[in-house]
């Protein structure tokens, strides 16, 4: 199996733009999860999927911030308008028996 | 919401030296995770430990948790190089929201 697989890898965007970042969860996973990690605040659980459902949203930090999963194998986490402060990594992790495996992430630079 | 703090924050050490890193929870731990992440990687699963007393060893690297202490600890026996990298713990309580640590920088210096 190629693992979660996130994308991009990088980008590098403008504040006011939209940024979407994608992940594809391991086959047979059944929930998926986004987090967010900057220097200052670590790793940050923003929400998370069983079954495609959103199970718990308190994580995201405002409305900027929207997630989808609308099949399976595909989850997007929206950001519109970014802001500077949303610079950080955002890694995507499915769960399969109690064990998260994390993607690669995908670095995000605000100017 | 589960806290957990991790001792030391960072940790320089010789190579060949042992080394232990500490994870303590706010609250009752069900389960605990270790993570390692390289500089700009993902996170890589080591393992898990759901019992209290449990130990658990991956090469050079174990760990237990002591549930009544609310605390699980990690020690890496003769320290290499490849095992610099940010070591992070995760609670694992039953509803599956696992909240990770801020996690623990370890340099290994040839």
């Known amino acids: 199996d190629a693992g979660v697989i996130q994308s991009p890898r990088h980008e590098v965007t403008e504040m006011g733009q939209e940024v979407t970042l994608r992940c594809k969860p391991i086959s047979g996973h059944n929930s998926l999860f986004w987090y967010r990690q900057t220097m200052m605040r670590g790793l940050e659980l923003l929400i998370y999927?069983?079954?495609?459902?959103?199970?718990?949203d308190s994580g995201m930090p405002e409305d900027r911030f929207s997630a989808k999963m609308p099949n399976a194998s595909f989850s997007t986490l929206k950001i519109q308008p970014s802001e500077p402060r949303d610079s950080a990594v955002y890694f995507c992790?499915?769960?399969?028996?109690?064990?998260?495996?994390f993607g690669p992430g995908t670095r995000l630079l605000v100017l | 919401s589960q806290e957990l703090e991790q001792s030391p924050q960072s940790l320089i050490v010789q190579e060949g030296k042992n080394l232990t890193i500490n994870c303590t929870s706010s609250?009752?731990?069900?389960?605990l995770y270790w993570y390692k992440q390289k500089y700009g990687e993902g996170l890589i699963f080591l393992m898990m430990?759901?019992?209290?007393?449990e130990e658990k060893s991956h090469e050079k690297i174990t760990a237990k948790l002591d549930e009544k202490k609310q605390q699980s600890s990690l020690h890496i026996t003769a320290s290499q190089p490849s095992h610099a990298g940010i070591y992070l713990c995760g609670a694992a309580p039953f509803d599956q929201k696992v909240t990770f640590g801020i996690g623990t920088k370890l340099q290994v210096i040839p």
């Open positions: 992790a499915s769960t399969y028996q109690e064990t998260q495996y």
């Open positions: 609250k009752t731990l069900y389960g």
């Open positions: 430990l759901q019992k209290g007393g």
């Open positions: 999927f069983n079954n495609n459902v959103p199970i718990d």
